[in-house]
């Protein structure tokens, strides 16, 4: 009993647990969420801004910080400007009531201006600085006047002075306001940006100079909690900047305080470079810092006051949540944690794509079951159309006769139906009708003359609306075969864009060490696959002098690292000695195609019928293929010319090749009216396994030599135009090194005279070969065939043929163990 009760009390107090750190996430969420409302929403925090800059001062008699302040928020946030008017004031009035009311007037000049000239001023970000000048000379000046009931040249000048220190910090300022609502931002800043921030904050910060608890500054505390703050999240660079910048502003604001300096720049230089040692590393950096430039005398302050300063900014810096900390690294370029927000970002806007690409894959696979639905709906019955032909001709003739009711009654209405029938029939197929059928009707139907002519008028009819249903059909299965050849491209498309790119910098190290080494100096590798035969490597590397050490040495160091074969892609080599050279590196095909070709016109021509075309259709496949145009000359030149420019680009689209052939046969069909067609010979390999696709369309056959072995390759389908709807036959054989594929048209296959089994003689032909040079083979075919014509071209003729061999590259992989022992 009691084991059953423990099993029972167990997940309980589990789930307790969990509960209550569900609590207290869900409270920390709050209040964060909470904080940022009061702070960030509803102006806390630029009234907190105001409150510092109304106290601050610069030789503890220049304030020009807070109405640039006031008049940038005025201009981004106009809706907090009264919380950062009231905190101006405010803090201007802990200085003295003086400094208020001084405040409060050059706020009012400002406001006025604005007032008086935003009506013909359209450019406000120029108007702005402009009136916060204005504004602090006259006010300055007026309130001299005041007190002295004197302006002196010093007080012209100062004044000045004053009036153009506010007239930067408002440029300064404009940038910066936004950037204090970090919780909306998205975007990175900007170097300018985070400099005119730090300036922002540290001249906030010179509002609690002279704040004092037991001999400690608090404006010096906050100014190395502001240092730590930045060296921890964006490293040595930026934490030495925030520390130059506030230290400057730091001495402006007091003379005595220009040594905190370089105590500020230095542990944030410090602290960046031990920011890999988290809040730890960073806080040590500034202690060592304080420690370092104490003992060389840091002005009034001794090390022991120092030393309390910064280590109260290191517990405000402990207690600063990482949440914060995580957020403000978000934005600044360089840190893991914007890299991070950029890869999330590209993350979703990849997967976004590609469930747009995969909706639209979707549509169009439901548009073409939609046209394919509709055309096997709309398949007509032959029956039915003979019935509906027999209507029309029945309303135009027997309607008006006295005699329908005994031709088309119960007794006669098969006689009468076949009669009509078969005058059909004889019109369709002999245009003409016997004496014997024409006496047949005559015997049962008192008006056969009539009932004649409107049967052939009506045929004309139904051949025509039969012809406009048949191409209304051929173009709905054209645009099916279309659309679903679409969308199977567009379906692969987005699941290569879901492929993330690995995350391989290990291996990226390790081959950067490798290749180092070896001697090689390396600048930066970029690896995108490291998938056995698809190996995909950006390699940058210094000016090499054309020396070729992409493909001598890399390529063959690779080849071994990564045990399979890897050559150069792509390599764009450096112009001069301070530029870098690139190279992509791609895994070698198993194997490569060499082709030669041979062609001539019919009796020696310009222009032939006869079209060819090699190419390369992506992922590793190569195609090679014969379009022979109907007849000869310009016409059917441009026939196979228009066949194999079609056919080029569907395949490079990524549709497969039988959807393919279909449309091109569709396109050719449907284009014109006249009787053209064109013949397609084509042949597809793989170069990864020399696997081949053969696609005959009209065409004849292709033979494949194997050593003492000549292989005959066909099958059985009509040219392309011809009809509308026909199946590809497709051929497949196992292609192997040494093969030789020979293609060819009909010219060569029927070319020979007085020769009765032209197969026989062709493979005679082939066996007879001394050579396997591709192009020495096809002028040896087409010699011979010229020759046992007597020297007669009759028709176009065109002989392609491609060897299959084995990749073998230039260098050898160099092993990689074997120089490192050397080494």
Not at 400 to 411: H, I, R, S
Not at 566 to 583: F, G, W
Not at 707 to 712: A, C, E, F, H, S
Not at 786 to 813: C, E, F, Q
Request: proline share 2%.
């Amino acid at each position: 009993m009691g084991k059953i009760q423990g099993s029972f009390v167990e997940p309980i107090q589990e789930r307790k647990m969990v509960d209550a750190k569900f609590f207290f996430y869900s409270l920390l969420e709050s209040m964060k969420n909470h904080l940022e409302t009061l702070f960030i929403k509803r102006g806390l925090l630029l009234f907190i801004f105001g409150f510092m800059l109304g106290r601050a001062f610069i030789l503890s008699v220049l304030s020009p910080f807070s109405l640039p302040f006031f008049a940038a928020a005025y201009f981004i946030r106009k809706d907090k400007s009264p919380q950062i008017f009231i905190g101006i004031v405010a803090g201007a009035l802990t200085i003295s009531l003086g400094n208020a009311v001084y405040a409060f007037m050059i706020i009012s000049l400002f406001l006025v201006g604005h007032k008086l000239v935003n009506r013909f001023v359209r450019n406000q970000t120029t108007l702005i600085p402009i009136l916060v000048f204005l504004s602090i000379l006259i006010g300055r000046l007026s309130w001299h006047y005041v007190e002295t009931q004197d302006i002196t040249i010093y007080h012209a000048l100062m004044t000045t002075v004053e009036a153009g220190l506010a007239f930067v910090l408002t440029l300064i300022f404009l940038q910066s306001i936004p950037l204090l609502s970090l919780s909306k931002r998205r975007q990175a800043l900007k170097t300018e940006e985070l400099v005119c921030l730090i300036i922002l904050i540290a001249s906030m910060m010179t509002g609690a100079m002279g704040w004092m608890i037991e001999g400690i500054a608090v404006s010096h505390i906050l100014a190395r909690y502001l240092v730590l703050i930045f060296a921890f999240t964006a490293g040595a660079t930026v934490g030495s900047t925030v520390g130059v910048v506030t230290g400057l502003i730091f001495g402006l604001a007091d003379i005595n305080s220009f040594p905190e300096m370089s105590l500020l720049a230095f542990a944030g230089l410090l602290g960046g470079l031990l920011k890999d040692g988290k809040k730890i590393g960073a806080g040590f950096g500034l202690v060592v810092s304080t420690l370092l430039l104490g003992l060389y005398g840091n002005g009034t302050t001794s090390i022991l006051t120092s030393l309390y300063e910064s280590f109260f900014a290191l517990i405000l810096f402990m207690l600063t949540p990482v949440f914060y900390t995580n957020k403000i690294a978000k934005h600044i370029p360089g840190t893991t944690e914007y890299s991070a927000e950029q890869q999330a970002y590209i993350r979703k806007i990849r997967d976004a794509t590609a469930r747009r690409v995969e909706q639209f894959s979707s549509i169009f696979q439901a548009l073409a079951m939609s046209f394919r639905k509709q055309e096997n709906h709309e398949r007509s019955d032959p029956e039915a159309e003979i019935d509906y032909f027999f209507a029309n001709v029945t309303a135009k003739t027997c309607q008006t006769c006295f005699k329908k009711e005994k031709c088309w009654a119960l007794n006669n209405y098969n006689k009468t139906y076949d009669a009509m029938k078969g005058i059909m029939l004889e019109l369709e197929e002999e245009n003409a009708l016997s004496k014997r059928t024409i006496r047949n009707l005559e015997h049962i139907c008192t008006r056969s003359g009539k009932v004649i002519d409107t049967i052939q008028n009506e045929l004309h009819y139904h051949h025509a609306n039969k012809k406009l249903k048949q191409q209304i059909s051929e173009s709905r299965k054209l645009v099916a075969e279309q659309l679903y050849g679409v969308s199977k491209v567009m379906a692969s498309f987005a699941n290569e864009i879901q492929r993330e790119r690995e995350n391989l910098e290990k291996q990226e190290d390790q081959l950067f060490d490798a290749l180092q080494s070896f001697g090689i100096e390396v600048d930066h590798i970029e690896i995108y696959s490291l998938e056995q035969g698809n190996v995909d490597i950006d390699i940058t590397i210094p000016y090499c002098g054309g020396m070729g050490q992409c493909e001598k040495l890399i390529a063959p160091l690779l080849s071994d690292i990564l045990h399979e074969q890897v050559t150069v892609y792509k390599e764009e080599c450096a112009s001069h000695e301070h530029d870098y050279c690139y190279a992509t590196f791609r895994s070698a095909k198993r194997f490569v195609v060499d082709t030669g070709v041979a062609f001539a016109a019919k009796n020696g021509g310009f222009v032939s019928g006869d079209s060819y075309t090699m190419i390369e259709i992506g992922a590793g496949k190569y195609a090679l293929a014969i379009s022979d145009g109907m007849g000869n000359g310009e016409r059917a030149y441009l026939e196979s010319k228009e066949t194999l420019n079609l056919l080029k680009k569907i395949l490079q689209s990524g549709i497969d090749e039988e959807v393919a052939i279909k449309s091109i046969n569709s396109i050719l069909s449907l284009r014109t009216t006249d009787e053209v067609y064109a013949t397609l010979d084509l042949a597809i390999v793989d170069l990864q396994d020399a696997k081949s696709k053969f696609i005959k369309v009209g065409s004849t056959p292709s033979f494949i030599k194997r050593g003492d072995q000549v292989i005959k390759v066909q099958a059985s389908n009509l040219p392309i135009g011809i009809i509308q709807e026909f199946e590809v036959d497709v051929v497949s054989e196992q292609l192997k090194a040494g093969d030789l594929l020979i293609m060819m048209s009909d010219g060569i296959f029927e070319g020979p005279r007085h020769i009765e089994n032209i197969d026989l003689w062709l493979k005679r032909k082939i066996l007879e070969l001394q050579t396997d040079d591709p192009q020495a083979v096809a002028d040896i075919i087409m010699e011979e065939v010229i020759r046992s014509s007597d020297g007669y071209i009759d028709d176009d003729m065109t002989v392609l043929v491609a060897k299959i061999k084995h990749n073998n590259p230039k260098w050898k992989p160099i092993p990689a163990i074997s120089l490192r022992k050397g080494a």
